[in-house]
């Protein structure tokens, strides 16, 4: 389909974190190039765009079609614009020194360096009230739940000790939470754990749901970040990229109202991450009751 003159489609063709930004970006860059945005990328991402009012529309990319072979220099309208990293040339720069992630996405959107994130919208009442019965049928107590988003796929995990979540779990619930883990396709639940799958698009409501959320930084961290819960990031402790994964890709530069707590996994420090997590949501979910 051929983009309408006024109109520049952003294609976003990898994960959920890389849909979240551009969509994030689309009202920047509706007001900074003087466009109007539609989205494309995989079909099963269509949601995002209800997320984000600049978003006029999504488009399907055919997952056969690489959108890096996409020639458009820059967004403007009539055109389509790949709007992740040809050859992730400009993305491994990302870690090093102060090179944040969002500045990589700005670079490549050709934003200025104030540009921010437009916030996603918040669960409608009808998909919290849907959130709730998932909850339900799974022995969840709304308000008192903590989802353990526990992996992610292109995000590498390496040095997380295997005993971490199993511990985590357990030390959630001396504090009179409910651990629930959010199992995804390659999720292996270890004694201890206890989780249903449930999808993309249901997660932001299933949180608010829930009440608080734990994720190991990945695109899902992204995804959940401005919703109004207790939430807790673990980075692995490895360079990533331009340099270590904490600092080139920490939400505290997302301009969120709550930024989350954010913990360095490092090596021989379970027992005392998985205290101070356990602690921390006790204390922010009895704030938010």
Known sequence: M??????????AQHGIGDHYIVGGFAEAVARQHRVKVWLAGRREMAWVAGLYPAVGRYLHWPDHMKAETIMTPMPVGGAYYFAHFPRMDLVRAVGFKDFHFLDAYRVRLFL????????????????????????????????????????????????????????????????????????????????????????????RAI?????????????????????????????????????PLIRGTTLTKFGLASPPLEILARKGRVQEDVRQISQHLKSAVALAA
């Open 2 to 11: 051929k983009a309408p003159p006024d109109v520049c489609v952003l294609v």
């Open 112 to 203: 200025r360096e104030e540009a921010a994130l437009t916030p996603a919208r918040q669960p409608s009442p009808e998909e919290l009230a849907r959130a709730r019965e998932f909850l339900a049928k799974h022995g969840c107590p709304a308000g008192r739940t903590v989802i353990l988003n526990i992996d992610a796929r292109t995000t590498a995990l390496g040095g997380i000790d295997p005993r971490y979540w199993p511990l985590l779990a357990a030390a959630i619930r001396t504090q009179g939470l409910h651990p629930f883990v959010n199992q995804g396709p390659q999720t292996q639940l270890s004694d201890g754990l206890t989780g249903a799958p449930f999808a993309l698009s249901d997660y």
């Open 207 to 243: 949180v608010c749901a829930a009440g608080a959320v734990c994720t190991v930084r990945s695109g899902v961290s992204d995804l959940v970040g401005n919703l109004p819960v207790p939430q807790v990031v673990v980075f692995p402790d490895f360079d990533y990229l331009g340099g």
